[in-house]
């Protein structure tokens, strides 16, 4: 049986929620529904074609169009944090946004 996995959202400073936005934002409607389905995978603990990146960044990968990316970390071992998304074209600025996002995420949430 699979585990429950909790996801959120990486939300910026100002307020924005960068991966929904990214979502939502694609022109591509079977794109949007197939990436829908990687998260909801991920809910269940199935996290299919991803790669360890750096400095706890992960690399959800889907085999679509331009070959589109989700960043993510995880935080615990049940919980992962949608950082942003991007495909393989864009995929070093992607990558360097995501950990500055990553970077924000973790200086707000230390508690002391």
Request: with cysteine.
């Amino acid at each position: 049986m699979e585990n429950a996995i909790e996801i959120r959202h990486y939300v910026s400073r100002g307020g924005k929620d960068v991966f929904d936005e990214w979502l939502t934002d694609l022109a591509d409607a079977r794109a949007q529904a197939k990436i829908a389905s990687r998260i909801n995978r991920l809910a269940v603990g199935n996290f299919g074609d991803c790669k360890s990146l750096r400095h706890g960044l992960y690399e959800l990968r889907i085999d679509l169009g331009p070959g589109y990316r989700v960043y993510y970390a995880m935080l615990g071992r049940a919980c992962v944090l949608l950082l942003c998304g991007g495909d393989k074209g864009r995929q070093s600025r992607d990558i360097e946004r995501a950990l500055e996002y990553l970077k924000d995420y973790r200086e707000r949430t230390i508690t002391t």
